[in-house]
């Protein structure tokens, strides 16, 4: 376990406020995202936890579409945006699959 996706905004930062996941084209119970973390760093290796989802049933299905908020108060700004998955997926391996994730927010 161990699986996840990070994006690098190189020069610029970015003040996440939502992020949306669409699930991949798959059955219910399939390798739809169950468990993560979405996390911010400014250094590839201190990581900020800005929101996390256990058992998660809004993208248990195929192409379906949730937007989640993120916890940011201080409206941080991050160079980096990861999400790792912290669990089993919904057929209860550890694969981390869905279709798209676009995150919300003001790019700096």
Known sequence: MNQWICFDFKDHR?????YSI??????QNDFH???WV???????N?????DQQSNCLYLNGPSYVHTF??????NDEYRFLRMRSTG??????LYLCFNC????GEFH
């Open 14 to 18: 970015v003040v996440p406020k939502k």
């Open 22 to 27: 669409r699930s991949c084209d798959a059955p």
């Open 33 to 35: 995202p169950r468990n």
């Open 38 to 44: 979405i996390e911010g760093s400014n250094d590839n």
């Open 46 to 50: 201190n990581w900020v936890a800005l």
């Open 69 to 74: 908020d993120i916890c940011n108060p201080k």
């Open 88 to 93: 089993c997926d919904w057929k209860n391996l």
């Open 101 to 104: 994730i676009e995150f919300h």
